[in-house]
């Protein structure tokens, strides 16, 4: 599938969506009609979009919010849940206000709502299409019966540096993953109808770049070529866009020198003219006001600035509610203008059904059936398990068997408001169930399991608080470190296995949580190592929102299980994979490095003109590290699997092809392990020569495959002349003929290779 081709089916739903024809007629008729009787006051009103009186995902608080909406000033409100609170102020506004226009309630629904799922990266490490797209749909369904219509989601920032935080946040490094999730994501939320009563207006962001923060800062600048803008990191956006996405909201940073929320380039040369967005600008959170900050003037300034590039509704900041009529009045911003952004607004309610029935998300037995439900949670326990990666498994330690005692010592044993992961603020922290309680609840009497705290998150007390925000605290305990390691060693004694449920708590990744260091804190550090010292198995249960640098693990560690934050159901998703009841069949959507100083890091990097010899660490005057090796500790797309997958003899049916034709290429997969299990087939390919450099390996179809034990399947792939387009030094769209390489495997390193041709015509 080209990515940022439309596929038949995304075509379908985006034209539902965008409706044509004489339902696009009846809905301009309507809002015309509508913005006739609208002073320039109440268009403007609808840009606003406040919060609902909580500070969940920012220091905001919005005043006055109950007049406002009476006097027409607020189009929108985020972060307010339930039917009735949401009946409430949908009340104030068609009572009360002139022109009765109901407001759009949005929420971060990022991996779930109540019923929360893995973060994003975990998700992403699935790679697992129809299943991602359930976990949208029933968070849909859960918040679209909570009253809320809109999503900020999906998040489809690439990011190929673990510093930044909100690497937890999107599908990882990938371009062509991660417009696979940006599209499933996206279809799971709206459906083929946004006017459904159970689906939401999904929201693409952060529009642009803002994973390729400088440094892992977070909100830090970009500066980026166009080539590598539209080949590698704006294809997501635009998946979501051909999915029917119907919102996009601008990121914080700086792109090339002008903010995204200020650019005009980005977001009326790029996103109207040439993609030809039909939908909702929304701005970040306060991001018109940071544009002072920025250096580009002030409130009024920034506030024109932005709805002159093309942003339609200010997120929070109220510097559109402020200074607009003002910057109208000096001719600075034109009617015509505010009416566009206006008529954005209105159209997505419009598509939302609410001009129909303001109250349609607000039935509170709708609510107290869908959320929750046994279903939600059974998909919840499914998608985590299959979000683990198993690491390494030497001995094959694991699975363990279902027997004996189990010691679970560290920080993250005994924490259930730690399991959501970030950005799950609908999650219901007091009761998500702990890895131990989980644990005991999947495995009943048959498995002693006993814990312990075993060693602070960090040793730095201050570091913990910044790191367990957001009611996700983890007590601490103030004795010696060494007394702590000592109690849980006398608690793991009689153990048969001890689990390390170590690693970072869930807001030490996520907005603002950027990190410099990324090996497990060294309080855990010491407890592992005491852990090993007793000669008893060790398994690492590691809790992350980023890749981590585990080098030293890797060495000593016989087991890793990486299980990033399972969502609700991560306990129990634990024990499935710990005692074998699911087969790991994760795959990494992220490189992992060796350490911080190779990041950036990502497998389809340039080859560069002096490249290591193969087989090299080392050699002078090469493109490499005089400390460290330049490849990472675990690749992109590796995963281990209790079962063993042998790949055949890759095959080709032809080695040369033109435009129109195919080639066909296969291989033999067989199971020859001892457990069912599924494998990623992953296909990458190198264009060998071309008139810009190329990478040296770029993913460009995969198929996730069940099979049992025993069984063989021939897997086959098709390659297309439109699979080998990029954008050239103009920016067209195009293949070069000539020599490529293609690849398959179970993760980018171990592969095996073919060459084949593409000829002119
Ligand atoms: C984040 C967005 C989020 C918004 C609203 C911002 O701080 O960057 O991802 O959607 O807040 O909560």
Redesign the pocket.
Known sequence: MNILKSTSLAVLIFSTLNLFGQEKSKMDAFINELMGKMTVEEKIGQLNLVTGGEAT??SVVSSNVENNIKAGKIGGI??MSSPEKIRKAQELAIKHSRLKIPIIFGM?VIHGYKTVFPIPLGLAATWDMPLIQQTARVAAVEAAADGINWT?SP?VDISRDARWGRISEGSGEDTYLSSRIAREMVIGYQGDDLGKYNTLMACV??FALYGAAEAGRDYHTTDMSLHRMYNEYLPPYKAALDAGAMSV?TS?NDINGVPATANKWLLTDLLRKDWKFDGLVVT??TAVNELIEHGLGDLQQVSALSLKAGVDMD?VGEGFLTTLKKSMDEGKVSLTEIDRACRYVLEAKYRLGLFEDPFRYCNEDRAKKEIGKAEHLRLAREAAGKSFVLLKNEGQVLPLKKQGTVAVIGPLANTGANMPGTWSVSADLQKTLSLVDGMKAALGNKVKIVSHLGANLTSDAKLQERSTMFGRTIPRDERPAETVIQEALEVSKGADVIVAALGESSEMSG?SSSRTDLNIPDSQRKLLEALLKTGKPVVLVLFAGRPLTLTWEDEHVPAILNVWFGGTETGKAVADVLFGDVNPSGKLPATFPRNVGQLPIYYSQKNTGRPLGEGQWFQKFRSNYLDVANDPLYPFGYGLSYSKFDYGKLQLDKDKFAKGEEIRVSVELSNSGNFDGEEVVQLYVRDMVGSVTRPIKELKNFQKVFLKKGEKKKIEFVITEEDLRFYNQSLEFVSEPGAFKVFVGGNVRDVQEADFELMER
């Open positions: 995902t920012g985020f972060s971060d900020f998040m962001k952060h909201m914080f970040d959170y997120m907005e």
